[in-house]
């Protein structure tokens, strides 16, 4: 099992004990989704899985904080930023920019790339370098910059 899946299963039985609501169902949506992806991968799912699912769950909550900004309901945005923000505590830490930089200079050399139209090649050979320690979008924008200057 899952390094990530044991710890959300023992915080959940210390949300339970503590009353905390707002973790306790995010952390069973949680579990629900990882549960699901762990059927689906038979048995040889690991916590590079989970962090997968956990990212994918982190975008769909800062998603619908967007839009429910935008349609001003701020009780909603505030509930989906809480929730992100419980469940991005169970992601590996995020790279600092200055790494990312250093990396996507290392992979421009690799791939060889000197356009903006090499920006398919460096996503392709930098994100499983990162590996769920930076968010796509903001590795996309930094080597969109890279390669313009």
């Known amino acids: 099992m899952s390094r990530i899946l044991q710890q959300i299963s023992s915080d959940m039985t210390k949300a339970m004990k503590s009353g905390d609501k707002t973790l306790l169902t995010t952390l069973r949506l949680a579990k629900s989704e990882l549960n699901k992806a762990k059927l689906d991968k038979n048995d040889d799912f690991n ?3 989970a962090v997968a699912v956990l990212q994918r769950e982190v975008k769909r909550r800062n998603e619908a904080a967007e839009v429910y900004a935008g349609a001003g309901r701020n009780d909603l945005e505030e509930k989906e930023i809480a929730e ?3 469940l991005k505590s169970y992601l590996p830490e995020e790279l600092p920019t200055e790494e990312i ?7 421009i050399k690799e791939v060889d790339a000197t356009t903006a139209r090499d ?3 460096v996503m392709q050979s930098i994100m499983p370098k990162l590996k769920g320690r930076a ?3 903001v590795v996309k924008s930094l080597v969109e910059k890279a390669l313009a200057s």
């Not at 930089?101 to 992979?107: R, T, Y």
Request: proline share 0%; net charge negative; no cysteine.
């Open 135 to 137: 968010d796509g979008k």
């Open 119 to 121: 920006i398919g090649r």
């Open 47 to 49: 916590d590079e899985d």
């Open 101 to 107: 930089d250093k990396l996507i200079a290392e992979v």
């Open 84 to 86: 992100a923000k419980i």
